[in-house]
T-cell receptor
């Protein structure tokens, strides 16, 4: 399975943008890049996903490098409710179910 | 309805007990998943059901027995568990037609304590 590397933790100030990086140098051509987050005492929550082009939705933006070996999740204005563990995951197209395998993630702290 | 409902929210059981965890969704999803999450660790995939058939078993001990009686319901039967099996058990679902390009919907989990 292709692996991802993320910083263990990051800090942000409230109402400022946050850029969460993810390296995935062994990504294959058909692997989708997914981001989930997990707030304290809750199940993981889908954030965004993409294949090659940058993606935007109401929660965040996903910027994918041209060679697809890295990506960045962008939260445009962090709020206290964005404090969570953010997981960058490659959905393995070689597996029968494109299994969602979680790595260690980045714990984001947001300061008021 | 975009919810995955898990019951019970909390469960305490002895090592000789038999119990079941239940997961339900009414989004018409045909893929359902069980994950196990220990404190301060990422979720670990246990089982995947696709169209009510078990498609993935990530080498889970036989004391965990999954069941998918219909497309809306997923159970996890527990028997002779060990204290190290104490964890948060998460259920998830997805449409199931194109797995790598789908998002998963997770429930809030069942917090299990084995005494």
């Amino acid at each position: 399975d292709a692996k991802t590397t993320q910083p263990n933790s990051m800090e942000s100030n409230e109402e400022e943008p946050v850029h969460l990086p993810c390296n995935h140098s062994t990504i294959s051509g058909t692997d989708y890049i997914h981001w989930y987050r997990q707030l304290p005492s809750q199940g993981p929550e889908y954030v965004i996903h993409g294949l090659t082009s940058n993606v935007n939705n109401r929660m965040a933006s996903l910027a994918i490098a041209e060679d697809r070996k890295s990506s960045t999740l962008i939260l445009h204005r962090a709020t206290l409710r964005d404090a969570a563990v953010y997981y960058c995951i490659l959905r393995d197209s070689g597996g029968s179910q494109g299994n969602l395998i979680f790595g260690k993630g980045t714990k984001l702290s947001v300061k008021p | 309805d975009t919810e995955v409902t898990q019951t019970p929210k909390h469960l305490v059981m002895g090592m000789t007990n038999k119990k079941s965890l239940k997961c339900e969704q009414h989004m018409g999803h045909r893929a359902m998943y069980w994950y196990k999450q220990k404190a301060k660790k990422p979720p670990e995939l246990m089982f995947v059901y696709s169209y009510e058939k078990l498609s993935i078993n990530e080498s889970v001990p036989s004391r965990f027995s999954p069941e998918c009686p219909n497309s809306s319901l997923l159970n996890l039967h527990l028997h002779a568990l060990q204290p190290e099996d104490s964890a948060l058990y998460l259920c998830a679902s997805s449409p199931g037609q194109n797995p790598t390009n789908e998002k998963l919907f997770f429930g809030s989990g069942t917090q299990l304590s084995v005494l």
